[in-house]
Structure formats: C-alpha cells, structure tokens
C-alpha cells in the first residue's frame, strides 16, 4: 500500500495547539499526535524543541523519553487560564504525577503555578526535592502506609484519606504525637458511583472499586470526622477514571460533589476544597476526539457553581488532577530500529531496541500508538509493519500493523504521545537498564533522567557470603 506521508510538520508553532483539534481539514494527522514544536527540516529530519531527533539518539542513545518544554508548559497554562476564565471562586490545578514524576517534571510543573499530586511517599519525596511547595502537594493512595502519612502530616502537605483505616491511623498518629503543631490537613476521597467508557483498568468512579469510601458511608463517616478535633478536614475528592472523552460524567461527579458538600455542612464540617480528580483523555490516534482542556473544564465550573447557587452554599476552592493530558502528548520515544523477520504474506516484524520496559501500555491496555520514523519523514509509506520490542516475550508488541516508510537498522522510530505513563510504569524486566529522557527547549537539549547502566542493574543486588566463592557451574 502507497501513500503520502501524514507528517508534512511544518506546522508554526502556533498553528498547533495540543488538546485542540484538528481545524485545517489539510492538516496532517500527525500533527495533533507530535508535541507542538514538532517540525521537519533538511526535507526528511524530525525536530522537537529546535533540536533533530536523530542528534539526540547520537548524543544521548536510545531508547530516548524526548520531552518538549513547550507543549507541558502550554498544557498547564490552558488549564490555569481556563478555571481563571470560568470559575469564580478560588482554583488550584494540580499536576497528578503519577503520569511521569520526576524532578524536572515537577519542577515545570510547579513553576507554572501547579500544585502536585503524589500516590506515594517516593513521589512525595521527589516533587519535595524538586523544591515544590508543601502546601500545594497532595497525597493519594488506597494503602497510604503510616510512615507515608506521619511524612505527608509532618512535612504539612494534604493528604487525600481514603479509607477508614487511613482515618483512623491518623488519629491515633496525632494522639500518641502530642503535638499540638501536628494537625494533618486532609480530603475525603468518596466513591462516586459513576461508569465511564473507558479501559476497565484505570475506570475508578464505579462503586465496585477499590478506591475511595462508598457513598452509604456518608453519614458515618461525617460523624466521625466532624468529632476529631485534631484533624483538619478541608475537603472532598473523586475521580472517575482515565483517558475519558464523555464530558457528561465530569458534569455529573460535579453535581454529585456539591450534594455530598451540602450534606457535610449538616454535621458541622466547614468543608472549603472540592477536588474533582483527573480523567481527560487525550488523542493517541487519529480517530480519536477528546475534547480540549477548556471544553472539559467550562462544564465543571458551570455545574458547580449552578449547584452552589442552587444550595446556597459559598463556592468551594476547586481543584482537578490532570496527568495524560498534560504530559503525553509533550513527549516522543525515539528508538534505533534493529532486526526485521518477514514472514511471507502473513507479518513483517521489525524490533527496536526498547519495548515493554519503557511502555508498558500496549501489553498492559492494548494501547494504540502511531509512530514516524525521525530520519524519512517525508518518504513515501509503503510498508505495514509490526513494531516488536526487545524484551523475551511475545506479547512485547510496540504497536501492530504500523504503516512506515522501507526502514533499515540504524533508523529512528519515533512512537508519539509516550509522556504519560511510560517512564512512569517502566520496569528493569530482563534487566533492561532504564532509558534516559531530555527535556527540549529552543535547540537545547538537557539530560532529566540518566540511563540507568549495568551497574545500576546490580546496585541493589546482596550476594550473601556463603553464595560467595562457590565453585559456580560445576554441579550437573
Ligand atoms: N487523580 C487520581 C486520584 C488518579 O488516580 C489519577 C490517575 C489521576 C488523578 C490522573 O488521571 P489522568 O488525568 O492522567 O487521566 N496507568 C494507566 C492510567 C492510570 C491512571 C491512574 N490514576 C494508563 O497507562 O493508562
């Protein structure tokens, strides 16, 4: 099969917003899967960030996380600027890492105003040591454990309760503290009872879930929090689920929440933050159509402030946690193409020299990825091909019947939209060192994440002493 290639990418920057769709019906379909500052140049060269893909794999190896500054800065403008634009009341975006933490990522996501969404003590310590303010992290988790929650109460960060386990731990932590000082500051995470279409995995608002408390719980679970003077709870939060395109779920958890907010104001509970979670999905492949960040947001915002009015109760801080539609579409993973096997008339594989280990998602969510290849951008595409990983199983298929330009090794396959949920679910299987990932701004190019090395892959390793010295490979 022949045809043109999708990626005419000499889109200006400003042409091209993510999260927008497609509004020049000529526009290649690439162009919404690359981050923003995706160009061609020399006829047949990617560059992201003003820099070529293919210097970058030189300079820094492959796999390569290439992260484009721009695009994840102009995500977290477009959600600040459209609560701004929408809500009246108070907001507060928070950056749900769980999609990529790292140091740098927190890092720019903080210095455009975004708070941080942490699920763990780990990530907790990473946005702190990327210098982000206490105050604006808040701590997810099904299973928070008590030195995760005495971290999040002592450093004075949020910590979105879970379960009544959780509650109860805190407390106890609190009393046998006696520290007037330590008050933890906190959320009630409700389930919401709420279904969306989405991969069964990463649904979280239907009641079967193992998040959050279950709605019969309501009165309960005020009465008890509204008798605990030592704690401070400040608010409530659900969350859905995750890659949603629906916009009516969102406008019904936002109804729900201000109902579950009137109710708490009937025991007491002078509740001042509404969190409505993440879940925006983004677009993967072309068929997809998620709306964009200002479409999902105006909804919430009008729907809470109609039930507010309708409640008569004060507009509530609001919060939301995106990830994906933040982060994935800012980031490529370019790879060198390796072997092929031609199986005639029934598949071409062509490997990579990454896979499973630096995404996870095809294997875990049969995900679906496009890819380019960074060195033949403007090549006719005139193969369907299978793009295997490395990895020794079977199932370590990168993405199935893609449609490239004749590659041969030492060609860069570059697979869109990986920001999110890559790096952040990558793992050593086969011992795979873990790959390196730069962040690209105006043609320069700075190392975020170094390649793990051999060494690495051993530093945790204990050979116990009486396995030392054996004489190895001698028993049949
Ligand atoms: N808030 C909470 C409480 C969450 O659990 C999540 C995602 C988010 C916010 C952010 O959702 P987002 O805006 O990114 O959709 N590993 C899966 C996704 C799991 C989502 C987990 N929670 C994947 O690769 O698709």
Excluded at 62 to 69: A, G, K
Excluded at 445 to 463: C, M
């Amino acid at each position: 099969m022949v045809s043109t290639h999708p990626t005419g990418v000499k889109h200006s920057g400003s042409q091209y917003l993510p999260q927008r769709r497609s509004s020049n019906a000529n526009s290649s379909p690439n162009q919404e899967l690359l981050p923003l500052t995706a160009r061609v140049h020399n006829h047949d060269f990617l560059e992201i960030g003003g820099c070529d893909v293919t210097t970058l794999v030189k300079q820094f190896g492959s796999p390569l996380y290439i992260l484009d500054e721009e695009t994840l800065r102009l995500g977290c403008q477009q959600y600040r600027d459209a609560f701004k634009q929408y809500y009246k009341g108070e907001s507060q975006v928070l950056y749900a890492s769980k999609a990529w933490n790292c140091l740098a990522v927190c890092a720019i996501a903080a210095s455009e105003g975004l708070g941080i969404d942490v699920a763990s003590g780990g990530e907790l310590y990473t946005a702190l040591q990327a210098g982000v303010n206490p105050e604006k992290i808040y701590l997810h988790s099904n299973n928070k454990s008590r030195e995760e929650l005495i971290f999040a109460t002592e450093v004075g960060c949020t910590i979105v309760v879970d379960n009544w386990h959780e509650l109860r731990t805190l407390v106890e932590i609190v009393e046998t503290a006696n520290s007037p000082d330590l008050q933890p500051r906190f959320l009630l995470r409700l389930t919401p009872g709420i279904e969306c279409h989405t991969h069964e995995y990463i649904r979280t608002g239907q009641l079967d879930s193992k998040f959050g408390f279950h709605p019969n719980e309501l009165e309960e679970l005020f009465t008890f929090v509204s008798k605990q003077s030592v704690l401070n709870c400040v608010g409530l939060h659900a969350h859905i689920g995750s890659q949603i395109f629906e916009r009516q779920p969102h406008r019904d958890l936002a109804a729900l929440m201000v109902q579950w907010f009137s109710n708490a104001a009937k025991y007491g509970l002078n509740l001042t933050e509404l969190n409505v979670g993440g879940g925006l999905g983004i677009k993967y492949i072309e068929s997809d159509d998620p709306p964009s960040i200002e479409e999902w947001v105006k909804p919430i915002c009008e729907v809470i402030q109609e039930a507010c009015v309708a409640e008569n109760l004060p507009l509530p801080k609001l919060l939301c946690e995106p990830g994906r539609s933040l982060i994935a579409t800012a980031c490529v993973t370019a790879y060198t193409i390796g072997s092929s096997k031609v199986i005639p008339e029934i598949r071409t594989y062509i490997a990579i020299d990454g896979g499973m280990s630096d995404n996870p998602r095809p294997i875990t969510y049969q995900s679906v990825y496009r890819a380019v290849v960074a060195n033949k951008m403007s090549s006719e595409l005139t193969q369907t091909v299978t793009i295997a990983g490395k990895h020794c199983e079977s199932g370590d298929i990168l993405i199935k019947d893609a449609l490239l330009p004749k590659t041969e090794p030492g060609d860069i396959l570059v697979v869109m939209g990986t920001g999110a949920y890559n790096y952040s679910m990558a793992s050593n299987y086969n011992r795979l060192p873990r790959s390196a990932a730069v962040v690209v701004a105006n043609g320069e190019a700075n190392l975020i994440l170094q390649r793990e090395t051999y060494q690495d892959l051993i530093r945790q390793d204990r050979l116990p002493q009486r396995l030392k010295n054996q004489e190895l490979g001698v028993k049949s």
